[in-house]
């Protein structure tokens, strides 16, 4: 007999704190650097764009931050999601696997970003900050700091990497409805911007650009901060709520998954699903975490362990993680929120000390399990989420080949209601796979001495 499909919780039930990793995770992390110096960095380093609530939280090693009651509130417009089991995706895989996912495009900016976006827009409301700048890849970033400015009565500037500036008019819309100003980057706003329409004026852009452009922006103003949606500690932090709920849902109907999907570009979804689970892996829990990313951009399965700059312009700290060179220009892929040189230290970490494990998967076969998963569950996913639906199907089909059931979750970090020409260029057969084979070792010549 079936269990329900869907599993959800009250809104009393919305966790009360957010889980710090570090506090548990046995491999430390090595300290950021200042982009200068290349001194550890410090608070003060920090100060200029960041308010002083996210630097502690940067910097935190404790295991529960508790979260106030004002986000807790906004929180609560569209949390908790809820944990769905995939019956009809089983049927179609004719899998002995149970299928389950936590659904994050159920928020007003359809995607997992606005766990972080409000908790930002917060926190630097509460320090007198009157605007935000920002980068955006796809567009869920920017579409959820622009929702959580206008919360705040906060003025919000994006800069968006021209290839998806072009490829999706309508997140643009979004962001402008909530009254955020939308520049396509590379842009003559900012010296980074000019410099690289210099170098090469059709320049698609890139997230390690639009990144500069945010930051030098940001810099610039002291009304300004800086606010970035994936990569960095305070980020992965936010997005905890995701797995603290799907441990509340699975546990109503018994379940605990054997394998934990996510797709990964910076880390924000994948951590924020896995990293409650990896808190029982370090105690001896067999679990497997996943993290599955593009063939084009493959920065945890063919990038290197090394310091480097989090953007093009070196004006971020140098941080130790998984990284293709900050001068690395991806591939314009439908993925865009996946198409950055880096990964989140926490994630590269942890990945460096076996405790995740990492594939990649081309465009096309990603967009095919794309549009099984739509026709099965009847939700189109955003490209980027479709990169974890492509690694529960290949984990689900390895079960069906054993003979043995096991229970796979995954997070469908966000719908794909604005990616419809992505959906346009795989349906007409239009859609290119690219720089899949493309070498990569010529940007690590570029990576800082340190």
């Known amino acids: ?44 380093d920090l100060s200029p764009i960041f308010p002083l609530e996210l630097i502690k939280q940067e910097a935190s090693v404790e295991r529960w931050i508790d979260i106030p009651q004002e986000i807790i509130d906004k929180y609560r417009i569209w949390r908790p999601t809820p944990v769905i089991r995939a019956y009809e995706l089983e049927k179609a895989l004719d899998t002995p696997a149970k299928i389950y996912y936590k659904y994050e495009g ?6 997992h970003k606005a766990n972080t976006s409000v908790p930002q827009a917060y926190y ?15 567009g869920q970033w920017g579409s959820a700091l622009s929702l959580a400015c206008s ?24 962001m402008q409805i909530y009254g955020a100003e939308v520049i396509a980057s590379p842009s003559d706003r900012t010296q980074a911007g000019r410099d690289m329409l210099a170098l090469d004026p059709d320049s698609l852009g890139s997230l390690g650009l639009a990144i500069s452009e945010a930051v030098e922006d940001a810099s610039s103003r002291p009304d300004t901060n800086y606010a970035l949606g994936s990569v960095l500690n305070h980020v992965i932090l936010h997005q905890t709520v995701i797995g603290l709920e799907t441990q509340k849902q699975l546990e109503k109907v018994g379940e605990y998954p054997d394998v934990v999907v996510g797709c990964c570009g910076g880390g924000s979804n994948f951590a924020g699903l896995a990293f409650p689970f990896l808190k029982d ?47 690395f220009m991806p ?11 880096g990964e989140s230290p926490l994630v590269s970490q942890l990945y460096h000390n076996g405790f995740i494990e990492a ?47 096991k229970t796979i979750l995954f997070c469908l970090s966000g719908h794909g209601h604005f990616d419809m020409t992505a959906y346009d260029n795989y349906i007409s057969g239009k859609m290119e796979v690219p720089g899949d084979e493309q070498p990569l070792q010529a940007n690590m010549i570029s990576l800082p001495e340190i």
Request: net charge positive; hydrophobic share 35%.
């Open 331 to 341: 591939p314009g892929i439908h993925a865009g929120g996946l198409r950055y040189h």
């Open 151 to 174: 919360f705040y009565d906060m003025e919000c500037t994006v800069y968006m990497v021209k290839i998806s500036y072009n490829q999706k008019p309508y997140r643009r819309s979004f």
């Open 1 to 44: 007999m079936k269990s329900d499909k869907k599993i959800v919780l009250s809104e009393s039930e919305i966790p009360r704190q957010w889980y710090n990793i570090q506090a548990d995770m046995p491999c430390k992390l090595e300290p950021p650097l200042h982009p200068t110096t290349k001194r550890p960095v410090t608070p003060e």
């Open 124 to 138: 630097n409301k509460t320090a007198g900050i009157k605007r935000l700048a920002t980068e955006t890849g796809a």
């Open 106 to 111: 159920a928020s007003p900016a359809g995607s």
């Open 359 to 405: 594939q990649a998967y081309h465009q096309t076969e990603v967009f095919e399990a794309a549009v099984l998963f739509a026709k099965s569950e009847g939700i189109i996913p955003a490209p980027e989420s479709s990169h974890a639906i492509k690694g529960a199907i290949v984990e689900a089909l390895k079960a069906k080949e054993e003979g043995r059931s």
């Open 281 to 327: 892996k370090f105690t001896g829990t067999n679990i497997r975490a996943v993290a599955v990313e593009p063939t084009a951009c493959p920065t945890l399965t063919r990038g290197v362990f090394a310091y480097d700059y989090g953007d093009l312009g070196k004006l971020t700290p140098i941080t130790k993680m998984y990284t293709l060179g900050h001068n």
